[in-house]
């Protein structure tokens, strides 16, 4: 078996793979592989499968899976796996180092201190406890934040059609329901038909004034220039965001320039202890995909 490891992986999966066949980086043997293992960078498209003659099988190390054109996959007889679980925790405390970041102004003290500023009369805080996190999905990730938030002593709202109860969180049935009375308002769902471009201006009017948005989940469920403008009238106090339209993001991309953001270049899921757990997943699917 040929496999080719298209994006960056942790240096130990080459290792992991040997007992398969030969493993490459050489992206010009496409045509002649049999297995794809890809992360964000890769785009599974028509063209890219049709050039893969051998292609039996693509592994994304990772959750969503919006990088490759899985109707096209089926057609081919190609399968596609994904590393579900294996991110949540690394996606979730992202969320929930943005969601302690902003309320204690971590990034303006140290920028001030560092610039050589006393402002602490400009840095007063607030904190999580006591307050309302509303999250747009509770799966995987969902949950692993819904457990922190917990602790915290947030009350926590979520709202996600496939579940009707949660040990975490109180399930709503709208997303209305779950902005309404949110100070924080987390999301994990998946990129698709129902969630592209779902925080929109509309939405927006109807979260409380002062929200703090925080999405480590895909660019293109928020639409940036109505964030862009919710940031400059201050209806939303701060957007968090690890995850763009594009990586890297297009440089006439208005969150850049929007006042009060916290910025991240998708790495969410680029933990070592994730990259590694990727790895072993991996490895479960090649050993069950040749006992098949
Ligand atoms: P998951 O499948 O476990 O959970 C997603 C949840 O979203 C599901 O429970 C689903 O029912 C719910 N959902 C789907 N459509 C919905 C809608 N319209 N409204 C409300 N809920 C809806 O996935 P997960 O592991 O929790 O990952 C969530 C997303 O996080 C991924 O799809 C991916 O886009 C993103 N992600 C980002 C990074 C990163 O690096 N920032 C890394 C991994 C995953």
Redesign the pocket.
Known sequence: MKILISDAFDPSLPGKLERFGEVTTDKSLLPEVDVVLIRSKTKCTKDYMDSAKNLKLIIRG???L?NVDRVYAKEKGIAVYNT??A??I??AE?AFAMMIAVPSHIVKAHNSMADGKWIKKQLKRTELFGKTLGL????????EVAKRAVAFGMKVVA?????KEHAHAVIVHS?EEMVKDADYISL?????E??KE?INKELIEKMKDGVVVIN???GKIVVEEDMAEALKNGKVKTYAT??WYSDPPDSSSPILSAPNTLLAP?????SKENLLRIGDVIVDILDNFVKE
């Open positions: 990772g959750v969503g919006d579900a679980s991110s949540a690394a996606v992202l747009l999905g509770v799966g995987h990730i969902g949950s709202y996600d059609p496939l579940f997303v994990h769902v998946p990129l698709v129902s969630t779902l480590t989940a895909r690890d995850v998708h790495i969410g899921a680029s």
